[in-house]
């Protein structure tokens, strides 16, 4: 029995993961709007989670960083993930906008 509730405990978060990660590649761009929360300044990615270009339209805050999405169905997707998910996810934004061959040497 301990063994079944630790293999349920471990496929959980795999299963929204994959939930997640279905649903945001198969977003479209549809009438998006902004989070009350994120009116101003600059998100900090140019790429939606999904890969795609933000619209500029729909953005979110994030632990004081405004985040871009291409369409409300990402934001959505994003809304929906874990703390430790979202945080993932910004990391991998950020990253992704600012490569490592943009450092100085």
Known sequence: MR????????????????????MLPGCATDKATQSSAATS???INSMCVCGKPVDGK????????????????????????????????VAKLAKADHPKSDHPK
């Not at 063994?3 to 279905?22: C, G, K």
């Not at 999405?69 to 929906?80: I, R, T, V």
């Open 41 to 43: 300044g600059t998100a």
């Open 58 to 89: 729909t953005y979110t805050t994030y632990n004081g960083q405004k985040i871009g999405f291409c369409c409300q169905k990402c934001l959505d997707g994003f809304n929906a993930m874990t703390d430790a998910q979202k945080k993932d996810a």
């Open 3 to 22: 063994m079944f509730r630790s293999l349920i405990l471990a496929l959980v978060p795999a299963l929204v993961i994959l939930t997640v990660s279905i």
